[in-house]
């Protein structure tokens, strides 16, 4: 079975750019969560998609949004890229339901120069 | 404040040693899951723990839910050098609506010395 994959691995932008990160979920899984690991802050809560639609969101500028597409793949778009958007951007998937685990991507690398 | 608060923070042993990495809270949650992240990697999900006092065994992890459900702990026997990585404690708290939002702890460092 194939994991969450993630494009691109890394991503080099400049200051006021915008950037898109890419997500494919493990098959037959709805749910896309994505968070953010920036160093010294630890995982922080992004966003979640299920079946098309945005769940819930953390506590993140509005220049931070994505989407989710009919096949349940995931782009998070962030705007007006700021220095201290330079994180590793994790996305997750999970069949619906509480307590179902979140299975994780290797990540994107986004460095912001 | 940190909801979940993970300690250590580090851990250097020599191989062969046991240890043991506490994730506490003040709330209540769910279910808690564990993760080993390895560097230039995403975090491995290692177990979910769902009732409180429940006992997993995962070879030589074994990881406890406190009766609470405020607390968990991993208890690693004999650690090897592949066992070297960043541990990360996580869950959902109960009280609120099926958020999807995962609280993690800080995480714990962990190098195993051959």
């Known amino acids: 079975e194939a994991g969450v994959t993630q494009s691109p691995t890394h991503l080099i932008k400049t200051r006021g750019q915008q950037a898109t990160l890419r997500c494919s979920p493990i098959s037959g899984h709805t749910s896309v969560y994505w968070y953010q690991q920036a160093l010294g802050l630890g995982l922080q809560f992004l966003l979640w998609y299920d079946e098309g639609e945005e769940r819930n969101r953390g506590n993140f500028p509005p220049r931070f949004s994505g989407r989710q597409f009919p096949n349940y793949s995931s782009e998070l778009n962030v705007n007006a890229l700021e220095l201290e958007d330079s994180a590793l951007y994790l996305c997750?998937?999970?069949?619906?339901?509480?307590?179902?685990?979140?299975?994780f991507g290797d990540g994107t690398r986004l460095s912001i120069l | 404040t940190q909801l979940l608060e993970q300690s250590p923070q580090f851990l250097s042993i020599q191989e062969g040693e046991n240890l043991t990495v506490y994730c506490n809270s003040s709330s209540v949650f769910s279910s808690l899951q564990w993760y080993r992240q390895e560097p230039g990697e995403g975090p491995v999900l290692l177990v979910t723990?769902?009732?409180?006092?429940e006992v997993k065994k995962l070879k030589r992890l074994t990881f406890q839910f406190g009766d609470a459900r405020k607390d968990s702990s991993l208890h690693i026997t004999a650690a090897q050098p592949g066992d070297t990585g960043l541990y990360l404690c996580a869950g959902e708290r109960v009280g609120s609506s099926n958020t999807g939002k995962l609280i993690f702890g800080q995480g714990t460092t962990l190098q195993v010395k051959p």
């Open positions: 723990v769902v009732t409180g006092g």
């Open positions: 997750a998937s999970s069949p619906l339901g509480r307590n179902q685990p979140q299975h």
